[in-house]
């Protein structure tokens, strides 16, 4: 049985959850009731256009090779680490953890890809001898929800601002829509549902899972407006979610970068020995230190171009941050340019900046091409 401690939850049962799908726009799509919706809007545009992608660099540090693995940290406790390293692509693939108790398992976060959550279920399943009875997603991003689904009936809980995001991403799945075809991710005959948190909280939650105490916490904005980890003191480890990119550049999305940064400070002063990472290999404080060095070796770059009135995809192609350049998704660099520029001049939101991400990652494009 798993136990728990609140700090203004929100539980919303059948009937709330289909008033607040009805006000949102969204069509039921299954018998699974609130926990899931198709919708009838259309998709929204894509949030970051593509930029060309780096070459490896001979003169960076190299970075190491890491496999899938459902590896245990401590007795009851196993994280998911997806497969990355040089050469494989990294775009999409994150962790999850599991905690067992008695009678079931606690997951954090879904993935986002068929293949990878059924094979995440599986594995926790087989190692754990029991079924997942709850899902706890860190934040709002599709490659940690999207796999939700896969997990109904059990209860999905998560911050009051990751749900209201989730909300709006079932509004944007219209009916009949299916996963794409993706090696070793979807065979596209998968039905694409979202399924919504039902549990919420704004500050923390402890649930006691058998004998482990697991605290999610809510710090700061920090990769996006509602982020959440997961702690377990008596064992030391933190499943820290996207707050944590380990040898994969960070990706700005929806994040306050300089409020980031704090954050990994604050983590980095807890009484933790384990890290696992949103996106890439387990690690530790000093992993999380790195990471976060790499906004403070961004951040005065930026200013300076800033500064100098270039614009966002201007400065992009300007800077050069060669000690990164071998981390995956290195031309992130464009979407944290246009979240600095925002947070300089005032005009920063919580939702993605479209039309400044698409801007800034064409002019990039160009500037990057004439140079070649």
């Not at 923390?204 to 899972?209: A, C, E, L, S």
């Not at 981390?327 to 039309?355: C, H, K, M």
Request: with cysteine; aromatic share 10%; hydrophobic share 40%.
């Amino acid at each position: 049985m798993t136990n728990y401690e609140k700090n203004d939850v929100k539980q919303f049962d059948r009937r709330q959850a289909l008033g607040l799908i009805g006000a949102a726009g969204l069509g039921m799509a299954s018998a699974w009731g609130e926990q899931v919706a198709g919708a009838q809007a259309a998709p929204p545009p894509n949030p970051n256009a593509p930029v060309a992608p780096w070459e490896p660099s001979t003169s960076a540090p190299a970075i190491p090779t890491w496999r899938t693995e459902l590896k245990q940290l401590a007795p009851n406790v196993w994280t998911y680490i997806q497969a990355g390293g040089p050469n494989i692509p990294t775009g999409g693939i994150s962790n999850a953890l599991a905690v067992a108790g008695p009678d079931h398992w606690l997951a954090v976060d879904a993935l986002g890809q068929p293949f990878h959550t059924k094979a995440f279920i599986a594995a926790a399943n087989k190692a754990t001898g029991k079924p997942c009875g709850r899902l706890v997603n860190t934040h709002h991003h599709g490659d940690h929800v999207a796999g939700n689904q896969f997990f109904l009936p059990v209860e999905i809980v998560s911050h009051e601002y990751c749900r209201d995001e989730v909300v709006k991403m079932a509004a944007a799945v219209p009916p009949g829509a299916k996963f794409p075809k993706r090696e070793g991710g979807a065979d596209g005959t998968e039905d694409r549902k979202i399924a919504i948190p039902v549990t919420t909280f704004s500050d923390r939650m402890t649930y006691r899972v058998g004998n482990i105490v697991v605290e999610f916490l809510f710090i700061d904005p920090a990769h996006t407006w509602g982020d959440i980890v997961a702690y377990l003191p008596a064992e030391k480890i933190l499943f820290a979610g996207d707050i944590f990119f380990n040898y994969v550049t960070p990706y700005g999305h929806n994040a306050h970068i300089s409020k980031w940064i704090e954050v990994c400070e604050k983590i980095n002063k807890m009484d933790v020995n384990v890290i696992v990472p949103g996106h890439g290999p387990l690690a530790g404080k000093k992993e999380l230190a790195q990471m976060a060095d790499y906004y403070r070796t961004l951040i005065p770059e930026v200013k300076k171009r800033y500064a100098a009135r270039m614009t966002p995809g201007q400065a992009a192609a300007d800077i050069k941050l060669p000690k990164y350049q071998n981390w995956r998704g290195p031309e992130q660099l464009v979407n944290n340019v246009v979240r600095l520029y925002a947070e300089f001049n005032g005009t920063l939101i919580s939702d993605v900046l479209v039309e400044a991400n698409t801007k800034a990652a064409q002019e990039y494009n160009a500037l990057k091409a004439k140079r070649v």
